[in-house]
């Protein structure tokens, strides 16, 4: 491909992605029937061409675009939905629909477990029942309290921690509950061998009145008969619905390299195959050379990179096929980007930080996601 081809396609692209901002300006064609077309013929070409180290800057600006789509999603079949950038801004979903009527499972997709502390986390409940949402989601600022943030504000329940092959932690099967202190409420587990687990706050009993639930992580791509089983089981004694909760990390995540350090003060792990962005307008000011061998290798290692994240994603679907037919389907589905969005009218998802998914892949992982669970539950 030479470089008059390259520019020409860039240029048409710039075009098209003026037009789509167009769009996303004017109220009255924001997720128009055009804006719509427009868009997917655009990303339907990034698809077919295959070039994620050449298309990266299309990729990420593509991805930019398509933020603004999200609020006009909110359903899959009759499945209440909710697609954000920063994994809890999850709360204000959960806090309207009142998902303390339920106590249905929480299965979460994710590489980190996403219960971290939450400061003056003993005022959720109250804000939660007096619909204070926008007090709360100032609490829960950390994209790390996902879930410990919606739980401590709408209830303690059975969870299971999808982990991908990355993460070393252990799988366990153990109870937990919530401890209620002066100000904070402590996770708190009846396990004090296994130190790893949620919040590294431990006991030797339960107290009497505590609501005990049980709380699983399992090795979601090498999935045992028997976690599939527990996670039927947990799924069943629980008014045989579950909450799905997806974080795009779970397929893809930058991070360090995994080693022992890890267990001794737990850090950001990255995927397998994990290729760093290289600017190669750095090295050739006047272009990409076609020839360039250390060019021809990056895109050749992200080939490699997005083969294995199909590999993960199809896994997953498999596992959502086998739990629907088996008869269970989600009451809630909630799905998170993980991504590192600069002031483009996502006024509650900017942040310095949190690029635990790469932008330049973000929108592939995410359009083959939720393509794939509409597939799944559409007619439900």
Not at 290 to 312: P, Q
């Amino acid at each position: 491909m030479d470089l008059q081809t390259i520019d020409n396609f860039i240029n048409d692209f710039s075009i098209s992605i003026n037009k789509l901002i167009k769009y996303e300006m004017n109220i009255h064609q924001l997720n128009s029937h055009k804006h719509q077309l427009l868009f997917n013929d655009l990303l339907y070409k990034l698809f077919n061409r295959k070039k994620f180290g050449l298309d990266n800057e299309c990729w990420t600006e593509l991805y930019l675009r398509s933020l603004c789509f999200y609020k006009f999603k909110n359903k899959i079949g009759n499945i209440p939905l909710v697609l954000v950038t920063k994994h809890n801004e999850i709360l204000p979903f959960y806090f309207k629909n009142k998902i303390s009527k339920t106590k249905n499972t929480f299965i979460h997709w994710d590489t980190h477990p996403d219960f971290n502390e939450v400061n003056f986390s003993n005022k959720l409940p109250y804000l939660y029942k007096n619909n204070l949402i926008d007090e709360a989601q100032k609490l829960v600022w950390d994209i790390g309290s996902a879930n410990s943030g919606v739980f401590f504000g709408t209830g303690i329940r059975d969870t299971i921690w999808c982990m991908p092959s990355w993460v070393p932690d252990k799988e366990t099967n153990i109870n937990y509950f919530f401890k209620k202190q002066k100000f904070e409420y402590k996770i708190m587990t009846n396990s004090i061998k296994d130190k790893k687990s949620l919040l590294e706050e431990f006991t030797e009993g339960i107290n009497k009145g505590e609501e005990i639930k049980t709380y699983s992580k399992v090795h979601a791509e090498k999935m045992s008969k028997k976690s599939l089983e527990n996670m039927l089981n947990m799924i069943r004694a629980n008014g045989n619905k579950y909450i799905l909760d997806i974080d795009l990390d779970y397929f893809v995540c930058n991070g360090a390299k995994k080693d022992k350090s890890y267990f001794r003060e737990p850090y950001d792990v990255s995927s397998p195959h994990r290729i760093e962005n290289i600017d190669f307008n750095q090295l050739l000011p006047r272009g990409v050379d076609k020839d360039n061998h250390k060019y021809l290798k990056y895109e050749h290692d992200l080939k490699i990179e997005v083969r294995e994240i199909n590999k993960r994603i199809n896994h997953f679907l498999n596992v959502l096929k086998y739990i629907k037919k088996k008869g269970f389907i989600p009451s809630h589905i909630s799905m998170c980007d993980s991504t590192n969005v600069h002031f483009i009218g996502c006024q509650t998802c900017n942040s310095v930080s949190n690029n635990y998914v790469p932008l330049n892949l973000a929108l592939f992982v995410h359009t083959k996601v939720f393509l794939g669970i509409n597939k799944i539950f559409a007619n439900t």
